[in-house]
T-cell receptor
Framework: GAGVSQSPSNKVTEKGKDVELRCDPISGHTALYWYRQRLGQGLEFLIY????????KSGLPSDRFSAERTGESVSTLTIQRTQQEDSAVYLC?????????????FGPGTRLTVT | AQSVAQPEDQVNVAEGNPLTVKCTYSVSGNPYLFWYVQYPNRGLQFLLK??????LVKGSYGFEAEFNKSQTSFHLKKPSALVSDSALYFC????????FGSGTRLQVQP
């Protein structure tokens, strides 16, 4: 079946502008995650959605970052007033959360460059 | 708090030789551990996981990993490396929000 998809694949924006990144999870996956990968580094957790529960926002680096998810489908990550340090690849993942099926499946990412 | 460490930035191995990519973890409770591989300009691909059960877990592309509770390790192994295995490998731990290691670049020489 279809994997996790993300759009856009690349985004170049000017410092101070707002950006929206989109994620379409695997159909039927109840959990959705956002991570950030800075150049040459590992992944940093940003936020996690599980069904209708309140999202786990513990990884968001500042109040300029927010995310929404509609039911168990599409999610958008919004970064307001972008800064150069926001330049990174933003990865979305989805997973099941029952029956030991905890592995997360990742999308190809959105490469964000803030100039 | 949990942490995952990959002590080697790069591992070099000759094609046909066995390979090991090291990972150690520090988590409270029962660890959920994963290995992912990242090829250039592509997303992360799931290789294998340890949730419970046998300490030796088998995954995709002939990879396996050994969970060692006393040494808090979860090393990735393959009996015979291929040039196509050259990529960036990440170890991760957690049940929901994953904590990732810094990654190990595997270079398999022909």
């Amino acid at each position: 079946g279809a994997g996790v998809s993300q759009s856009p694949s690349n985004k170049v924006t000017e410092k101070g502008k707002d950006v929206e990144l989109r994620c379409d999870p695997i159909s039927g996956h109840t959990a959705l995650y956002w991570y950030r990968q800075r150049l040459g580094q590992g992944l940093e957790f940003l936020i996690y959605f599980q069904g209708n529960s309140a999202p786990d926002k513990s990884g968001l680096p500042s109040d300029r970052f927010s995310a929404e998810r509609t039911g168990e489908s599409v999610s958008t990550l919004t970064i307001q007033r972008t800064q150069q340090e926001d330049s990174a690849v933003y990865l979305c993942a989805s997973s099941l959360t029952a029956g030991g099926q905890y592995e997360q499946y990742f999308g190809p990412g959105t490469r964000l460059t803030v100039t | 708090a949990q942490s995952v460490a990959q002590p080697e930035d790069q591992v070099n191995v000759a094609e046909g030789n066995p390979l090991t990519v090291k990972c150690t973890y520090s988590v409270s409770g029962n660890p959920y551990l994963f290995w992912y591989v990242q090829y250039p300009n592509r997303g992360l691909q799931f290789l294998l996981k340890y949730i419970t059960g046998d300490n030796l877990v088998k995954g995709s592309y002939g990879f396996e990993a050994e969970f060692n509770k006393s040494q808090t390790s979860f090393h990735l192994k393959k009996p015979s490396a291929l040039v196509s295995d050259s990529a960036l490998y990440f170890c991760a731990g957690g049940r929901r929000a994953l904590t990732f290691g810094s990654g190990t670049r595997l270079q398999v020489q022909p």
